[in-house]
C-alpha cells in the first residue's frame, strides 16, 4: 500500500493506495502518488475534493434546451468565458424557449458585439453555430428526449448537425450527472497516454468509443466515477501547461508527441472558473 493525506484546518484524512506496481487496468500500474500524472495522482486528486467538499459545478442550464446551446456555443476554438458570454447573450433574447428562434434570429444576435472585461468583442463562427442551434432546437421541439442514460441521450443527440461525440457526451455528463459517456480533449488524451491507459495510436477523430471504453475502464479499476475524474484530470492539465509540456517532451519520438505536445507553454495560466470547466473544450 501507498498513503497520502489531505490536510484539513482541524484534521489530517488518510487516504491509503494500491502500491505502486500494483495494476489499474491490464499493464497499467498504477504509480506513485506524489508522481504527476500517474494513476495514483489521478485518483488521489478526486478523493482530496471529495474530501475538501469541493464540488464541480457542471450543469450550466435550467433547461435540457439551455444546457444544449451552453455546450454548442463552447468547444473546440472558443474561449471558456466567450462561450458562456455568448451562451448567456443568447439567453437573455430567449433563444432557449420553448418557441425556437429561427436560424436568421441566431445569426443575428450572434453576429452582435459582445462586453467581456471592458472590451467589445464579436463570437467566432457565428453562421455555423446559428445553424446548428436552429437544428438543435428543432429537434428538441419535436421529439422527446431520452433520459434512461447518459449515453442514450448523448447518442439520440449526435444526429443534430455540429453535434459529435465529444459535444454529445459534454451536454449528456452535464445534464444527467452522467458516468457512462466521456468527454475526450486534448487534455485528456494527453493525461492518458502520459499515465498508460489511453492507445496513442487511436485519435479522437477515427476512435472515440475506443478511447470512451479505455477511459471508463480506467475509472472502474481507480474506483471513481468517470464525471469527476474527466472534470479533475482536464482541471489540472489546463492548469499546468508547463509541466505538460515538459512531461511530453520526454517521451520517445511519436507521431503522438508530434501531434500533441503544447507548442508555446505559457508559463501562467488562470485558474478555470467552475463554470469553465463545465464548458471545458
Given at each position: 500500500?501507498?498513503?497520502?493525506?489531505?490536510?484539513?484546518?482541524?484534521?489530517?484524512?488518510?487516504v491509503e493506495?494500491?502500491s505502486?506496481?500494483?495494476?489499474?487496468?491490464?499493464?497499467?500500474?498504477?504509480?506513485?502518488?506524489?508522481?504527476?500524472p500517474?494513476?495514483a495522482?489521478?485518483a488521489?486528486?478526486?478523493m482530496?475534493?471529495?474530501i475538501?467538499?469541493r464540488s464541480?459545478?457542471?450543469?450550466?442550464?435550467?433547461?435540457?434546451?439551455?444546457?444544449?446551446?451552453?455546450?454548442?456555443?463552447g468547444g473546440?476554438?472558443?474561449p471558456?468565458?466567450?462561450?458562456l458570454?455568448?451562451?448567456?447573450?443568447?439567453?437573455?433574447?430567449?433563444?432557449?424557449?420553448?418557441?425556437?428562434?429561427?436560424e436568421q434570429?441566431?445569426?443575428?444576435?450572434?453576429?452582435?458585439?459582445?462586453?467581456?472585461?471592458?472590451r467589445?468583442?464579436?463570437?467566432?463562427?457565428?453562421?455555423?453555430?446559428?445553424?446548428?442551434?436552429?437544428?438543435?432546437?428543432?429537434?428538441?421541439?419535436?421529439?422527446p428526449?431520452?433520459?434512461?442514460?447518459?449515453?442514450?441521450?448523448?447518442?439520440w443527440?449526435?444526429?443534430?448537425?455540429?453535434i459529435g461525440?465529444?459535444?454529445?457526451?459534454?451536454i449528456?455528463?452535464?445534464?444527467?450527472?452522467?458516468d457512462?459517456?466521456?468527454?475526450?480533449?486534448?487534455?485528456?488524451?494527453?493525461?492518458?497516454?502520459?499515465?498508460g491507459?489511453?492507445d496513442?495510436?487511436?485519435s479522437v477523430?477515427?476512435?472515440?468509443?475506443?478511447?470512451?471504453?479505455?477511459?471508463?475502464k480506467?475509472?472502474v479499476?481507480?474506483?471513481?466515477?468517470?464525471?469527476?475524474?474527466?472534470?479533475?484530470?482536464?482541471?489540472?492539465?489546463?492548469?499546468s501547461?508547463?509541466?505538460?509540456?515538459?512531461?511530453?517532451?520526454?517521451l520517445?519520438?511519436s507521431?503522438?508527441?508530434?501531434?500533441?505536445?503544447?507548442?508555446?507553454?505559457?508559463?501562467?495560466?488562470?485558474?478555470?472558473?467552475?463554470?469553465?470547466?463545465?464548458?471545458?473544450g
Amino acid at each position: 500500500m501507498q498513503r497520502a493525506c489531505v490536510m484539513l484546518e482541524s484534521m489530517t484524512v488518510n487516504v491509503e493506495l494500491p502500491s505502486a506496481e500494483s495494476e489499474v487496468v491490464a499493464g497499467v500500474p498504477w504509480g506513485a502518488v506524489e508522481a504527476f500524472p500517474t494513476p495514483a495522482y489521478w485518483a488521489y486528486q478526486v478523493m482530496a475534493r471529495r474530501i475538501e467538499a469541493r464540488s464541480i459545478k457542471y450543469k450550466l442550464g435550467k433547461t435540457l434546451r439551455e444546457e444544449v446551446g451552453a455546450c454548442l456555443l463552447g468547444g473546440h476554438g472558443i474561449p471558456a468565458s466567450i462561450g458562456l458570454l455568448a451562451y448567456n447573450h443568447l439567453k437573455s433574447k430567449g433563444a432557449f424557449e420553448a418557441v425556437a428562434p429561427d436560424e436568421q434570429d441566431l445569426l443575428q444576435w450572434l453576429s452582435e458585439p459582445m462586453e467581456h472585461e471592458g472590451r467589445l468583442v464579436r463570437y467566432r463562427f457565428a453562421g455555423q453555430k446559428a445553424r446548428y442551434l436552429a437544428a438543435a432546437m428543432r429537434k428538441l421541439s419535436q421529439e422527446p428526449s431520452p433520459d434512461q442514460s447518459g449515453r442514450a441521450l448523448r447518442d439520440w443527440l449526435t444526429s443534430v448537425p455540429g453535434i459529435g461525440y465529444k459535444t454529445a457526451s459534454w451536454i449528456a455528463r452535464n445534464w444527467l450527472d452522467a458516468d457512462d459517456v466521456a468527454i475526450l480533449d486534448i487534455h485528456i488524451l494527453r493525461a492518458g497516454v502520459l499515465a498508460g491507459f489511453l492507445d496513442p495510436e487511436l485519435s479522437v477523430e477515427r476512435n472515440y468509443l475506443q478511447l470512451e471504453d479505455q477511459f471508463l475502464k480506467f475509472s472502474v479499476g481507480l474506483g471513481v466515477r468517470a464525471s469527476e475524474l474527466d472534470a479533475v484530470i482536464w482541471r489540472d492539465m489546463m492548469a499546468s501547461p508547463l509541466t505538460v509540456g515538459a512531461t511530453l517532451s520526454a517521451l520517445p519520438e511519436s507521431k503522438f508527441k508530434a501531434k500533441h505536445a503544447p507548442s508555446r507553454p505559457r508559463s501562467q495560466r488562470r485558474q478555470p472558473h467552475s463554470n469553465q470547466m463545465a464548458l471545458l473544450g
